[in-house]
């Protein structure tokens, strides 16, 4: 609580859009580079959250108390229900009155609250770690999550369901996964560098749909060939030099 009410005009650190400051501090018997940071941007979209969530619980509020037909001359059981479910509940204090339901705003609450917009609390076990490097890495985990999300894709590397019981089995597939998103990402990699931008689910389905055919003719000879590529394709096919396999499977048989 203290480092988010350090005021804005204290932070003395600019990066981006963003202000920070940072301040060392002793965590769990590790010194550590504490890096406290505002987003206006994220501020106003939280506060955004907030007057949306306050004018949603006003509305089911006035809904449920008009669905009395004898009007409550003090907070119900649904009334209070309704109420707590609310996540933005402690924002609005709600009574009863003659005229109908009164709102009024929780200020001490909504203080305590406003302290926290758009900050977010960073923590480093570098102490002489550069604020800019540790603000960036943190900001980096998006491709680290987005990375957990297409090992999880049923439609990429599907990771799940695990059908292995055994440790080293375990152990095994999941190596197995690891490497096959790796190898996936270092095509994609190069594909951009060939000035393509695929996603990885773009780059699999392009290459899923080269198929390789058997063809028989009447004289009772055979061919086995790849199919016709579209010009996307053949940009791939040329990239991953794919006429190798070509070659060793385009075998006649007679």
Partial sequence: ???????????????????????QRTIMGHACSIIVTFNPKLALKQQHSIDKGIEKLKRQL???????????????SGLTSVYKENRRHKFVNVSVTPDGLEFTRNRDHEHDYQQRLGKNI?????????????IQCYKDKNCVEEMFGNLKDPDLIRIRPL??????????????CV????????????????GLKMSPNLLKEELSDLHEVVMIYENDAAERRITNRSTVQQ?????FELEKIEKAVNVHYS
């Avoid at 006035?62 to 119900?76: C, G, H, I, V």
């Avoid at 960073?122 to 540790?134: C, N, Q, R, T």
């Fill in 1 to 23: 609580p203290d480092l988010l009410a350090v005021p804005l005009t204290d932070y003395s650190i600019t990066y981006g859009t963003m202000k920070a400051f940072t301040v």
């Fill in 235 to 239: 940009k791939l096919y040329n990239l």
């Fill in 62 to 76: 006035q809904e449920k108390f008009a669905s009395y037909k004898q009007k409550p001359s003090k907070m119900t």
């Fill in 179 to 194: 490497m096959a998103y790796t190898v996936l990402q270092l095509m994609v990699l190069k594909v951009e560098k060939a």
């Fill in 163 to 176: 059908r292995h019981w055994t440790d080293t089995k375990i152990q095994a597939y999941i190596f197995s």
């Fill in 122 to 134: 960073l923590f480093s076990s570098k102490p002489d770690a550069d604020p800019g490097w540790v």
